[in-house]
């Protein structure tokens, strides 16, 4: 018995001397990135009998040991806990950063408790680079910008055209190429600035850009250099045309420079269409025209009431506009003046014959009858044939008249204008 109480008062002693249950913490504070799976490491300080983590003021965790199995009595959300009591979160979402509360007894009744800091970091964007234009088109001589810009800061970069390096960074130090001396230049930082560049320059540039990190990224740009093209223009052979009804017109125009789109339009009315080397002829009714290869307007007939103002408009590649206009000025002279002449020659003829008549006439009456004539209206107007005759010479003496007007005011050659186009 008094062994007995020997060793009770030992064990006694040795508990009122032994260290205090508690918890280790491996990391106090913990950072992640949305979607990592994240452990929250604890050690006992010795077995424990029962425990729980809690986070924003309630349980996620409860468990019981019954050596030397561990019983999870009660889990929420994606955890799970480990053997060694740690805290395995599967899949962090931003709502999931705060501080987390373990508590665990020991099995003589002792109590511990810890504390561990989630912080949770969105997830980055991944490391491009983004480039003004994939393709871009330059004139000999002028300034060009290959314009790069990355996602995140970057701490090297480099240029390079055919295989060969233009310009090269490192932090905020950049270096050109001596074959680029004074020509090439960094600007904003990852940009290249080519100065005067040649035919020689076209081709693909590649820009390369790494991060501190060792994340790397090539984006190409593609540059195309030609020479200066000449200037668009384009000029009538004649800006004003007469032409006789009937007559056959060919609106001719002198074209200089490139064109990539035109069109042909009458008095407000489209006519022709084309872009690039696709024609598209409008929707119109007038069989008549037609338009030629060399962009010139062919009127196989033109008529007094048809269009009186042609306009070509013409674009070049570039967007330089060039346009032209074109007056006609049709004159009817399908009416055949020499059968007015015709006409006055048989007038006259007929006159003549007329008074040669009337006068014989009035002369056998006065002969026939002297006593009954008193004077030359009353012989002239005695008998239908008389007043017919009068008729006929009045009809006769208007057709003269009018066929002299005709031939003085629009007959005449001096009065005619001069045609450019002529009907067959």
């Known amino acids: 018995m008094e062994s007995a109480g020997f060793i009770i008062s030992v064990v006694c ?40 983590w809690k986070f924003g003021g309630e349980s996620i965790v409860l468990w019981t040991v019954e050596p030397p199995d561990l019983n999870v009595a009660y889990t929420k959300r994606n955890v799970l806990l480990l053997d060694n009591t740690s ?18 007894d020991s099995p003589t009744g002792q109590e511990g408790k810890a504390k561990v800091t989630l912080n949770v970091f969105p997830k980055p964007a991944p490391f491009t680079i983004s480039v003004e234009g994939s393709k871009i088109n330059a004139i000999a001589g002028d300034t060009v910008i290959l314009s790069a810009s990355p996602s995140q800061e970057v701490k090297h970069g480099s240029w390079t055209f055919g295989g060969n390096a233009v ?17 090439a230049a ?10 005067s560049v040649r035919v020689s320059d076209t081709g693909e540039y590649d820009v390369t850009m790494s991060t501190a990190a060792g994340d790397k990224r090539t984006a190409k740009i593609e540059l195309n250099v030609v020479t200066q ?35 042909w339009v009458a008095n407000e009315e489209t006519l022709f269409q084309w872009y690039g080397t696709i024609q598209n002829t409008t929707q119109h009714e007038f069989f008549w025209i037609e338009l030629l290869p060399n962009a010139s307007l062919l009127l196989l007939s033109v008529h007094p009431y048809s269009f009186t103002e042609f306009t070509i408009t013409l674009e070049s590649p570039t967007g330089i506009s060039a346009s032209a206009s074109i007056t006609l000025q049709v004159f009817n002279f399908s009416i055949n003046c020499a059968i007015y002449n015709v006409g006055l020659v048989i007038a006259v003829l007929l006159v003549s014959v007329c008074i040669f008549f009337i006068g014989k006439h009035i002369y056998v009456k006065q002969h026939r009858a002297m006593g009954e004539i ?14 017919l005759t009068l008729v006929m010479i009045l009809t006769f003496c208007f ?21 450019d186009f002529v009907a067959e």
């Open 13 to 52: 002693f040795v508990i009122s001397y032994a260290e205090p249950f508690s918890i280790f913490v491996y990391k106090p504070e913990v950072n992640a990135t949305v979607g990592d799976r994240v452990t929250l490491p604890v050690r006992p300080s010795s077995p424990v009998s029962s425990g729980f």
């Open 167 to 183: 310009a090269w960074w490192s932090d905020t130090f950049p270096e050109i190429s001596p074959d680029y001396s004074g020509r």
């Open 399 to 419: 057709i003269i008249a009018f066929s002299v007007i005709i031939n003085k005011y629009w007959c005449t050659p001096r009065t005619r204008p001069v045609l």
């Open 229 to 263: 093209p000449q200037p668009l223009s384009v000029s009538p052979e004649l800006s004003s045309i007469k032409a006789e009804s009937g007559a056959r017109v060919i609106l001719s125009v002198h074209i200089s420079g490139e064109v990539k789109n035109g069109s």
């Open 87 to 104: 805290l395995l979160l599967l899949s962090v979402t931003l709502k999931d950063a705060g501080d987390y509360w373990v508590t665990m």
């Open 374 to 387: 008193h004077d030359l209206l009353t012989i002239f107007c005695k008998g239908y044939r008389a007043a």
């Open 186 to 195: 960094i600007s904003s930082k990852t940009s290249l600035k080519l100065k």
